[in-house]
């Protein structure tokens, strides 16, 4: 059977990653897992400036001050009390690194995650290309199992245990498609449900 005893979960802070963060902890429920909470700031550099003598000053990355800092320490613990207090082991981190997804994937494996739940925000199109898909990174690079929570479905509040009653796992047929379908087919025996 499949067990997860170690959940990561990147959020943003929009209602889209609340919904992942929902999830988590109703699978943490569901297994006994720790969840780790994870905000990645994405550092920028402001653009090179014209003249030369200013140039060492445009690489100066613009980093959280630590009144922001703590501002998000605090959003992510807010997020997280409910379920701290039901007894889910939660731990929260705020990251600043100017690549979110390779960033969620090595705090994954430095935890040893066994799953990570990541909101998508359903976009598509030009807004897609301009901004990437953390998600579908995530999918591509994480070592380990990804629940991909799109912006239409259901919360999982309140977050007792649930148990996933219809699973879809798409397959190619490659070892990771076929590492995944055990996974999902585990999952849906353990819950009486089907793939």
């Known amino acids: 059977m499949a ?3 170690r959940i990561v979960c990147p959020v943003d802070l929009s ?17 006994g897992a720790q969840v780790f909470v ?4 994405q550092l920028v550099a402001p653009a090179l400036v014209a003249a030369p003598a200013l140039a ?17 320490e605090a959003a992510l613990r807010a997020r997280v009390t409910a379920d701290a207090a039901a007894g889910v082991s939660v ?20 935890v040893g995650a066994d799953l990570i739940t990541v909101a998508t925000h359903g976009r598509s199109g030009f807004k897609r290309f301009v901004l990437g898909s953390v998600a579908e990174h995530l999918l591509r690079a994480a ?12 919360d999982a509040v309140p977050r007792a245990p649930v148990a996933y009653q219809r699973i879809v796992c798409p397959v190619d047929f490659s ?21």
């Not at 070592?143 to 259901?154: A, D, E, K, S, T």
Request: include cysteine; charge should be negative.
């Open 3 to 5: 067990r997860f005893t």
């Open 15 to 31: 209602e889209w990653s609340q919904r992942a963060v929902d999830h988590a902890m109703a699978i943490a429920h569901w297994h």
């Open 38 to 41: 994870l905000h990645v700031h």
């Open 56 to 72: 060492a000053e445009s690489f100066q990355v613009i980093r959280l001050s630590d009144g922001e800092r703590a501002q998000l």
């Open 91 to 110: 731990s929260t981190a705020v990251v600043e690194e100017f690549n979110v997804p390779d960033t969620i994937v090595s705090y994954a494996e430095d």
């Open 143 to 154: 070592r380990c199992p990804v629940l991909v929570v799109p912006p239409h479905v259901h």
């Open 175 to 195: 070892d990771a498609s076929v590492r995944s379908l055990s996974v999902a087919t585990s999952l849906a025996a353990e819950a009486g449900g089907r793939v």
